[in-house]
């Protein structure tokens, strides 16, 4: 029966369900007696979600604490082998396959290397599913024990009933690319596990704003560096995030061409890929036959020498106008958004930040109106270049919550038939 606002009796359970689980997700353990104030719940509510809980057996205790005066209280905490979740991250240089307990402690990790840059599609489905069975028989966890899987991608990741997710990777090479129907058609995995497809950006930011440098704030950007360049917008109306593609707003007019085709985007200066670029055009030797994470290493180090050698005069002007075109392109973040944190993650970012984090910030402010500049705090990710696959993580973890932490129902058998209409056009006949 539903209530005046429209809710039924299970829609109540299963938000009940989800306050207490959240609760002890993020600040447990925690007392029956603890878990009513905190969720704003009556303790006979509590009693009966926790009973429910610890029955699914989502909730475990985790010792006792001593009461004023009565009985010691038991301590509740979410079990951490009641679930698990595989994160994904499609990077431009190599797959990387993780897989989660629900606490999200890793237990077992894979990575494909990738040769090109413009690489084939059914090569990364191929990735893909290899690299989820492969974690799955290392940490010997049966498939059906998954909550989902969640895939961080570049590009622009537009959903649809008929065709699920669809990546549009215009400076990889996907056009409209159908990946949920490709997975789906190759899958090895039982119909209740969900394909949880979103831009990586989004999945960095989700990491971040969850368990990262993000916590706590209303408003947020969090930008990922990698080959090219991407950001996650925080906000109170989008509490979720937004990708936002800041890697190909317009920094010089007529500029540097850009991997997506235009001329002069942030992405064509910043980005690790273009970076290297511009060290080789104006003499830089970077090691030949390294992956792209090699030789931005040696670029660093050639023009901030460990020791008391001479800095490499071509790498350093050429980092040294990076760092102000990182900054120009943080201000117009600052002048449109006013965000109270941005927070720099991907593994060239965490690279490039170490060293010249402080010149980013000066010009930054430089550049932005001074009322929001004062007002934001510029500061490296705290979980480190895996950070996209634990926000890919997320996103099959977020739905279970959303849930009640109740699984979902298995999906119709086979794909979608406008999914068929898709991987038949992707067939070569």
């Given at each position: 029966?539903?209530?005046?606002n429209?809710?039924?009796?299970r829609?109540?359970?299963?938000?009940?369900?989800?306050?207490?689980?959240?609760?002890?997700?993020f600040?447990?353990?925690?007392?029956?007696?603890?878990?009513?104030?905190?969720?704003?719940?009556?303790?006979?509510?509590v009693s009966?979600?926790?009973?429910?809980?610890?029955?699914?057996?989502l909730?475990?205790?985790?010792g006792?604490?001593?009461?004023?005066?009565?009985?010691?209280?038991?301590l509740l905490?979410?079990?951490?082998?009641?679930?698990?979740?595989?994160?994904?991250?499609?990077?431009?240089?190599?797959?990387?396959?993780?897989?989660?307990d629900?606490?999200?402690?890793?237990?077992?990790?894979?990575?494909?290397?990738?040769?090109?840059?413009?690489?084939?599609?059914?090569?990364?489905?191929?990735h893909?599913?290899?690299?989820?069975a492969?974690?799955?028989?290392d940490?010997?966890i049966?498939?059906?024990?998954?909550?989902?899987v969640?895939?961080?991608?570049?590009?622009?990741v537009?959903r649809?009933?008929?065709?699920?997710?669809?990546?549009h990777?215009?400076t990889?090479?996907?056009?409209?690319v159908?990946?949920?129907a490709?997975?789906?058609?190759?899958?090895?995995?039982?119909?209740?596990?969900?394909?949880?497809i979103?831009?990586?950006a989004?999945?960095?930011?989700q990491?971040?704003?969850?368990?990262?440098?993000?916590?706590?704030?209303?408003?947020?950007?969090?930008?990922?560096f990698?080959s090219?360049?991407g950001?996650?917008?925080?906000?109170?109306?989008?509490?979720?995030?937004?990708?936002?593609?800041?890697?190909?707003?317009?920094?010089?007019?007529?500029?540097?061409?850009c991997?997506?085709?235009?001329?002069?985007c942030?992405?064509a200066?910043?980005g690790?890929?273009?970076?290297?670029?511009r060290w080789?055009?104006?003499?830089?030797r970077?090691?030949?036959?390294?992956?792209e994470?090699?030789?931005?290493?040696a670029?660093?180090a050639?023009?901030?020498?460990a020791?008391?050698?001479?800095?490499?005069?071509?790498?350093?002007?050429?980092?040294?106008?990076?760092?102000?075109y990182l900054?120009?392109?943080?201000?117009?973040l600052?002048?449109?958004?006013?965000p109270?944190?941005?927070?720099?993650?991907?593994?060239?970012?965490?690279?490039l930040?170490?060293?010249?984090?402080p010149?980013?910030r000066?010009?930054?402010?430089?550049?932005?109106l001074?009322?929001?500049?004062?007002?934001?705090?510029?500061?490296?990710g705290?979980?480190?270049?895996?950070a996209?696959t634990?926000?890919?993580?997320?996103?099959?973890?977020?739905d279970?919550f959303a849930?009640?932490?109740?699984r979902?129902?298995?999906?119709?058998?086979?794909?979608?038939p406008a999914?068929?209409?898709?991987?038949?056009?992707?067939?070569?006949?």
């Amino acid at each position: 029966m539903a209530g005046r606002n429209g809710r039924t009796v299970r829609d109540l359970r299963r938000a009940n369900r989800t306050a207490v689980l959240q609760r002890l997700y993020f600040d447990g353990p925690l007392s029956r007696f603890e878990l009513g104030p905190a969720t704003g719940l009556s303790s006979g509510s509590v009693s009966n979600v926790v009973a429910d809980l610890v029955a699914d057996g989502l909730l475990e205790e985790a010792g006792s604490v001593d009461s004023d005066g009565g009985r010691p209280r038991t301590l509740l905490r979410v079990a951490p082998g009641s679930g698990h979740m595989i994160g994904v991250d499609v990077g431009e240089t190599r797959v990387r396959v993780e897989l989660f307990d629900l606490t999200l402690t890793e237990l077992a990790r894979a990575e494909r290397p990738l040769t090109q840059q413009r690489y084939d599609v059914e090569v990364i489905v191929g990735h893909i599913r290899d690299g989820v069975a492969e974690v799955l028989a290392d940490a010997d966890i049966a498939p059906e024990q998954l909550l989902g899987v969640g895939i961080g991608v570049p590009g622009i990741v537009e959903r649809t009933p008929e065709r699920g997710a669809v990546v549009h990777g215009q400076t990889i090479g996907w056009d409209a690319v159908p990946l949920e129907a490709l997975l789906r058609s190759t899958s090895r995995l039982p119909d209740t596990v969900r394909y949880f497809i979103d831009n990586g950006a989004k999945t960095l930011g989700q990491a971040e704003m969850w368990f990262g440098g993000g916590r706590g704030a209303h408003n947020a950007v969090v930008v990922l560096f990698g080959s090219g360049v991407g950001a996650c917008l925080v906000t109170p109306e989008v509490e979720n995030g937004r990708a936002v593609e800041w890697g190909h707003l317009t920094v010089r007019v007529r500029g540097r061409r850009c991997r997506c085709g235009a001329l002069g985007c942030l992405e064509a200066y910043a980005g690790a890929e273009s970076l290297l670029d511009r060290w080789r055009e104006e003499g830089g030797r970077p090691p030949e036959g390294t992956d792209e994470e090699t030789a931005l290493t040696a670029m660093l180090a050639a023009a901030y020498p460990a020791d008391d050698s001479a800095a490499d005069p071509v790498a350093l002007a050429v980092l040294e106008e990076t760092a102000e075109y990182l900054g120009a392109g943080l201000s117009d973040l600052i002048n449109l958004f006013q965000p109270e944190r941005i927070l720099i993650g991907g593994w060239a970012g965490l690279q490039l930040g170490t060293r010249f984090l402080p010149a980013v910030r000066r010009h930054a402010a430089s550049y932005a109106l001074r009322h929001p500049a004062e007002k934001v705090t510029i500061d490296l990710g705290r979980l480190g270049p895996d950070a996209v696959t634990v926000g890919a993580a997320i996103l099959p973890l977020a739905d279970f919550f959303a849930r009640g932490g109740r699984r979902p129902e298995p999906a119709p058998e086979g794909p979608h038939p406008a999914w068929r209409t898709a991987l038949e056009e992707r067939t070569p006949h």
